[in-house]
Structures are given as structure tokens and as C-alpha cells.
């Protein structure tokens, strides 16, 4: 059972990123997935998530307006689409898997290894 986050990178401000959450050793479409984000010296704070209950997404204030999530369950990923990125959002991004509903980050079973979002000029 593992889960792998990639798309990471350096991207100038106002540009964007995709980051991708695949899954192996189980299916993603009967787990909630959420993103989490750990900048140097702070802690990790969520980002947004998915559920498997009717599809419900959920944003924090940071990421609202900015940043989409989605499933393709064919291909047994989550992605996190970033626009308009700003230098704060520079941090580890990882993505966590529970079964089914969006917990809080305590609770999550899964977790990928991070990759790596440096916003700068």
C-alpha cells in the first residue's frame, strides 16, 4: 500500500503547478484524500480535500479561489491543480489517504512521501 506524490518544481509567482497523489496497493475512489503543505519552520497545516461522499471538496482560506482538487478514479489519482501561486505557498506537499470520509490530519492512515513547491522570481 503506498502513496505517491509528484509534480512538484520551482514555478515563478502567478504561475502553476499540478500535483499528483497515486495510489498502489489499493483504490483511491473508496478514500478521502487530502493534501497537506510543511514550510520550513512551520508546521503542516491542510490544504484541501477530497471525500468519497458525493464528491465534497474542501479548501482552506489560503487555497480557496486558487487551488482545485480532483479524482480520476481510472487512473487511481487525486490531483491538486495550483494557480496563481505566491511565494508563501514554497513547502513540502504531501497527500494523506483515509477510508471514505475527510479527516483531520491525525487520522489519516496513508501518507506519500511529499514532493517538493518552490514559488519564486
Known amino acids: 500500500v503506498q502513496l505517491q506524490a509528484s509534480g512538484g518544481g520551482l514555478v515563478q509567482p502567478g504561475g502553476s503547478l499540478r500535483l499528483s497523489c497515486a495510489a498502489s496497493?489499493?483504490?483511491?475512489?473508496?478514500?478521502?484524500v487530502g493534501w497537506f503543505r510543511q514550510a520550513p519552520g512551520k508546521e503542516r497545516e491542510g490544504v484541501s480535500c477530497?471525500?468519497?461522499?458525493?464528491?465534497?471538496?474542501y479548501y482552506s482560506n489560503s487555497a480557496k479561489g486558487r487551488f482545485t482538487i480532483s479524482r480520476d478514479n481510472a487512473k487511481n489519482t487525486v490531483y491538486l491543480q495550483m494557480n496563481s501561486l505566491k511565494p508563501e505557498d514554497t513547502a513540502v506537499y504531501y497527500c494523506?489517504?483515509?477510508?471514505?470520509?475527510?479527516?483531520?490530519?491525525?487520522?489519516?492512515?496513508?501518507w506519500g512521501q511529499g514532493t517538493q513547491v518552490t514559488v519564486s522570481s
Open positions: 494523506a489517504a483515509e477510508f471514505r470520509v475527510c479527516v483531520g490530519q491525525a487520522d489519516y492512515d496513508y
Open positions: 496497493g489499493f483504490t483511491l475512489d473508496n478514500y478521502a
Open positions: 477530497i471525500s468519497t461522499i458525493d464528491g465534497a471538496t
